[in-house]
């Protein structure tokens, strides 16, 4: 499965932009997708993810800013990231969690190749 993510770039703090994350290939359950942050010398941080049955997770620090929905149909995600502040900045990651074939006897994680987001003046 290839994940192909698009809409990072750079805005001004309080601004907004919005990513979204394709998964490309054969999946035959989907456990659940999300988006990740990386910033250097620190740790990649979970920024919010969506189960295949909908159930969101949201990091403390996104809370009530962002927001993650899924097409289902095409297996895409979409990131709403509204009152961005500088510590957004950093490159997201989206990653895929799912088993590939009806054995369900390996489960698989895939990434993206990231995106950059920059909240700068």
């Known amino acids: 499965v290839q994940l192909v993510e698009s809409g990072g770039g750079l805005v001004q703090p309080g601004g907004s932009l919005r990513l979204s994350c394709a998964a490309l290939g054969s999946i035959y359950m989907l456990v659940d997708m999300g988006w990740y942050r990386q910033v250097p010398g620190k740790e990649r941080e979970r920024v919010a993810t969506i189960t295949d049955g909908g159930r969101t997770y949201y990091g403390d620090s996104v809370k009530g800013r962002f927001t993650i929905t899924r097409d289902g149909d095409n297996n895409t995600i979409y990131l709403q990231m509204n009152n961005l502040t500088p510590e957004d900045t950093g490159v997201y990651y989206c990653?895929?969690?799912?088993?590939?074939?009806?054995?369900?006897?390996?489960?698989?994680?895939?990434w993206g190749q990231g995106t950059q987001v920059t909240v700068s003046s």
């Open positions: 990653n895929v969690d799912y088993y590939p074939d009806y054995v369900m006897e390996e489960r698989l994680y895939n």
